[in-house]
């Protein structure tokens, strides 16, 4: 009670060619080859993303701040106001 035999193998092989025929299962395995060929390009789409995350980001321009008179504090600004 084993493992079937290369015989056994061969009928199922017919009976499911039988069923389905020749052209459907040459299609079946074209779209799971386009499937894997779309895994594959996601992956790789992924990594790019991954790739251009990890950039630094570019560095902006500061601009000049206006600066409080160093001899008023914060407090005599205020009252001005």
């Known amino acids: 009670m084993g493992s079937f ?8 092989v017919l009976v499911i ?4 025929g020749g052209g459907r ?5 074209g779209d799971v080859a386009k499937g894997i060929k779309s895994f594959k390009k996601g992956l790789t789409e992924d990594e790019d993303d991954v790739a251009s995350a ?22 005599e600004q ?4």
């Open 5 to 12: 035999s290369a015989i056994h193998w061969i009928v199922v």
């Open 54 to 75: 990890a950039k630094p980001a570019q560095r902006l321009e500061q601009r000049p701040t206006a600066t409080p008179d160093s001899t008023t504090t914060r407090d």
């Open 25 to 29: 299962i040459s299609g079946l395995m």
């Open 78 to 81: 205020k009252i001005d106001s």
């Open 17 to 20: 060619v039988l069923l389905f």
